[in-house]
């Protein structure tokens, strides 16, 4: 803690760094209650912000607490591509996927198709995309509006390895049963969140691991009461909470952008949280249902 707070007051501490060591303390000493608390002085780069940190007990090279997803079994799932795995997402139509506006870059690619990113399994489709359209009032996760369209470059073959998700026509209820997937890691960690191109240090992007198989979780929608006791005044009608209160299962980092199915329907975005798997910090989603005329008109205009 002692050296966090001297990273934090150096003179020379760099505006990203700064950033990440100040909300590391307030990690440590759990005193964010408002949001102007959390944004301190200045706002940091939205893509820091939409990446909060994500640290757990489990180990295990998955979604903590998850399990390794059957292959193909979720045939709706998409990896955003920058390099590497970037983010989640979720196919809706042949030529649109839903993910997260923090999830955004200029350009990338969409893998479809796929269960084990690491080898050719013969039923992957890869395409570019052309547009990529944030929610016009998104500005950081912590004011929400945590969404985004891509529009893909052609329409995606439809197989029993690539088909879409249909979107809800209701929220969910708390207590809904619900299945998160990604490729994202668990690494344990009590640094801050980054986007996974966007790690400060090496030494942080050695240790981090990421699973090379779609993880899979299932997991129950908490009521509003609970998930606005979780994060007081942080909340607001765009988002859910989902996950548990105790520790041990969770959504984390690589994650980002991916599905939340329940009931057969896409209800929920990955989107952020304080610390990953922590007791009493559940898992905080995009709340799809939410947001069905702004996609609609939306694909209908592009």
């Known amino acids: 803690r002692k050296k966090r707070f001297r990273l934090a007051e150096h003179p020379q501490c760099s505006h990203l760094k700064c950033y990440v060591a100040y909300f590391q303390i307030y990690l440590l000493l759990g005193s964010f209650r408002?949001?102007?608390?959390?944004?301190?002085?200045?706002?940091?780069?939205?893509?820091?912000?939409?990446?909060?940190?994500?640290?757990?007990?489990?180990?295990d090279d998955k979604i903590v607490g998850g399990y390794t997803c059957d292959i193909n079994a979720?045939?709706?799932?998409?990896?955003l591509y920058a390099g590497s795995h970037l983010c989640g997402g979720a196919l809706i139509s042949r030529q649109w996927v839903l993910s997260a506006a923090h999830c955004y870059r200029p350009r990338f690619h969409l893998r479809l198709g796929e269960h084990n990113l690491a080898?050719?399994?013969?039923?992957?489709?890869?395409?570019?995309?052309?547009?990529?359209?944030?929610?016009?009032?998104?500005?950081?996760?912590?004011t929400g509006h945590d969404i985004m369209l891509i529009k893909l470059a052609k329409p995606v073959i439809l197989d029993e390895s690539v088909n879409t998700i249909s979107l809800p026509s209701s929220c969910p209820e708390s207590g809904t049963q619900c299945l998160i997937s990604g490729w994202g890691s668990t690494q344990p960690s009590a640094r801050m969140r980054y986007p996974i191109e966007n790690i400060a240090d090496n030494e942080e992007r050695?240790?981090?691991?990421?699973?090379?198989?779609?993880?899979?979780?299932?997991?129950?929608?908490?009521?509003?009461?609970?998930?606005?006791?979780?994060?007081?005044?942080?909340i607001n009608n765009s988002m859910m909470c989902v996950g548990f209160l105790e520790d041990g299962k969770d959504a984390c980092k690589g994650d980002s952008g991916g599905p939340v199915a329940c009931n057969g329907t896409l209800q929920g975005i990955v989107s952020w949280g304080a610390g990953c798997a922590l007791k009493g910090k559940p898992g905080v989603y995009t709340k799809?249902?939410?947001y069905i005329k702004w996609i609609q008109d939306t694909m209908a205009a592009n």
Not at 74 to 79: A, F, M
Not at 123 to 131: I, R
């Open 34 to 59: 408002t949001k102007r608390d959390l944004q301190l002085s200045s706002p940091p780069p939205s893509h820091l912000l939409g990446a909060l940190p994500k640290n757990g007990d489990n180990d």
């Open 74 to 79: 979720l045939p709706y799932q998409v990896s």
């Open 119 to 142: 080898v050719t399994e013969g039923t992957e489709q890869f395409v570019s995309a052309v547009k990529i359209i944030k929610h016009p009032k998104y500005k950081s996760i912590t």
């Open 206 to 234: 050695v240790r981090s691991k990421f699973p090379n198989s779609l993880q899979c979780l299932r997991a129950p929608v908490l009521s509003n009461s609970t998930c606005h006791k979780a994060y007081p005044g942080l």
């Open 288 to 290: 799809v249902c939410n």
